[in-house]
């Protein structure tokens, strides 16, 4: 099955958009099929029912099919019994349901807990929380300089006091396949439990659980052309036995009364509430789906994934990051003398969607020596177009932010002061003619920002918010604002001087009614922020206003 022939199953590649978006960030949530968005529309329109209650017959049949789902995951993933997959909302809560439950009843002093360096924050802060709260050891797997696991040195640090592995499969920010096989085995040898993250796992793995012989097993719909919302947990029938449960109320019970409540066996005793019907039924069709496709899907994207790797290859400054051998098609990178959130907002006009920044694995980040990177990723629905399209708009954006550096290096020229209610630099952004122009404009004036010394790079100056880092530093000198600033990122650093240059010198009472909305508007440069990038600079507006709100002589009252 050609892979054009595969993007017909996907609504979101024929629908009627005017601009025809790449869509290169799967890894973030992928496409979804229209067999589970048909399967979803029709439990809304025509079969809405509760589950498990009612006895009437509309009720059983979707019960049945509900539990039908169930089955599927079961034969989705190989394990031994359909009693062993909980339904949850995502990953996210399958990892807190079996972190908390272990903290009540299985973990003791002296234990440790062990996690890798490559997690994903949903499988690190459940695990340090516990730790912390039971003063238990957190221990850290460690990676080397490109963001792979040392195996040596992670399989010695399993030891007879660790109650605890948990791992990802595939590491979201960066695509490798974690060596599991092994870390499992020698967890087995010591006695201690593992818990493996395949969020980013099952849409490009066949995965059989029995075979991995994992404790526990956890995902989510969403990144596998299923619903959002919807998610799994596989665990030994036995562990689900021992763990207490997550949630209590209607569903998970078997009888109650004031002086005492018996819960139902596991899977229902984890489901408490009415469920998430319609994505159990859409994340059945969409492992279905997998199952059925899955040589072709493999096949899809190991040729897309070399055609990624060749694209990146070939533009000089690109450093790619992870494992590129032992990988999903996921490819994060950095390129050089550039910032990664530049990058995406040029990215973005083409209408190019990637995903950039930490990838929620800030402590990965960190032991990369690096503050993000720009991660592209495929599914078999992409195209060998998508990635030609991408490989010219990525050498053109490269392209416009180092002119930009030469051009700002000889251009001494003071702007203009024109007759206008605008200041200088809102009034040559204002002007500008196109997209291109706006952000040369903005990086422009972003090199005319002094740098903030490194002293002020602190937690109280940073602003939280934004994709890119930005530091913010405020005084009052004799009753006006004086605004300091920084990013690595030009385009933010632009906006810094935008904002300043509205911004300083005006008492505390002009900044507490400063609008930005309006603001952004007057120099039509709305339309040219995402929301997210929007959000970063409300973050630093509200960042300076609320210094202002705490020098105001109106505070009291
Ligand atoms: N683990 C990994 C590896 C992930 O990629 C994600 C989602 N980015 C999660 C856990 C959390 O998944 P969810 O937000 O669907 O709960």
Redesign the pocket.
């Known amino acids: 099955m050609p892979s054009n022939i595969l993007r017909q199953y996907f609504p979101f590649f024929s629908s009627h958009r005017s601009e025809r978006c790449v869509y290169l960030d799967s890894?973030?949530t992928s496409q979804k099929l229209q067999s589970v968005i048909d399967i979803t529309q029709q439990y809304y329109q025509e079969r809405t029912v509760n589950v498990h209650r009612s006895s009437h017959q509309l009720a059983a049949s979707v019960t049945e099919q509900f539990e039908q789902s169930r089955k599927n995951i079961q034969h989705f993933i190989g394990a031994k019994s359909h009693k062993e997959i909980v339904w949850t909302?995502?990953?996210?809560?399958?990892?807190n349901l079996v972190a908390s439950g272990l903290a009540k009843n299985v973990f003791k002093t002296g234990d440790s807990i062990l996690v890798s360096a490559l997690?994903?924050?949903?499988?690190i802060v459940p695990w340090q929380q516990v730790a912390q709260a039971l003063n238990l050891q957190l221990e850290v797997m460690p990676v080397d300089a490109k963001g792979v696991l040392k195996l040596e040195e992670s399989l010695q640090l399993i030891t007879s006091n660790t109650a605890m592995v948990a791992l990802?499969h595939?590491?979201?920010a960066l695509g490798n396949i974690n060596p599991i096989e092994l870390i499992i085995a020698k967890a087995k040898e010591v006695g201690a439990l593992t818990l493996i993250?395949g969020?980013?796992a099952v849409s490009h793995l066949a995965v059989n659980v029995q075979q991995l012989d994992c404790d526990f097993y956890?995902f989510?719909?969403?990144?596998m052309f299923g619903p959002?919302g919807i998610?799994v947990l596989y665990a030994k029938y036995d562990l689900l036995e021992q763990l207490p449960p997550y949630q209590l109320g209607g569903e998970m019970i078997k009888q109650v009364s004031f002086s005492e409540t018996t819960f139902q066996p596991p899977p229902l005793k984890f489901e408490a509430g009415t469920p998430n019907i319609a994505g159990v039924l859409g994340i059945g069709v969409a492992s279905e789906f997998i199952q059925l496709h899955r040589t072709t899907l493999l096949a899809l994207e190991h040729n897309l994934y070399q055609q990624l790797l060749d694209t990146l290859s070939a533009i000089p400054q690109v450093r790619l990051w992870g494992d590129n051998v032992n990988s999903i098609c996921v490819q994060s990178f950095t390129v050089q003398g550039v910032s990664h959130y530049d990058l995406a907002v040029l990215l973005d006009k083409h209408n190019i969607a990637v995903r950039v920044g930490h990838?929620?694995a800030m402590p990965l980040m960190e032991a990369l020596g690096i503050d993000g990177t720009i991660r592209v990723s495929l599914a078999a629905y992409n195209n060998s177009a998508d990635i030609d399209i991408f490989g010219a708009a990525l050498t053109e954006c490269i392209a416009l932010l180092n002119e930009s550096v030469n051009q700002m290096a000889t251009d001494n020229t003071p702007f203009e002061h024109k007759q206008t209610r605008l200041a200088p630099i809102a009034e040559s952004i204002k002007q500008a003619k196109s997209w291109d122009q706006t952000y040369r404009q903005l990086m422009l004036a972003g090199k005319g920002l002094a740098r903030l010394q490194d002293q002020y790079k602190t937690d109280t100056t940073a602003v939280y918010g934004c994709e890119s880092q930005v530091w913010i530093k405020c005084c009052i000198d004799e009753g006006k604002l004086v605004l300091e600033g920084d990013s690595p990122s030009k385009i933010v650093r632009g906006l810094l001087a935008v904002m300043f240059e509205a911004l300083s010198g005006k008492t505390v009472n002009q900044v507490l009614v400063f609008n930005l909305a309006d603001y952004l508007e007057a120099l039509h440069l709305g339309k040219h922020l995402s929301q997210s990038r929007g959000n970063g600079l409300s973050a630093v507006v509200d960042k300076i206003i609320e210094y202002c709100q705490h020098q105001s002589p109106d505070k009291e009252s």
């Open positions: 890894a973030a909302k995502g990953a996210t809560e399958s990892i997690e994903h924050h949903a499988n990802g595939v590491s979201n993250d969020t980013q956890v989510s719909g969403h990144k959002t998610g990838h929620c």
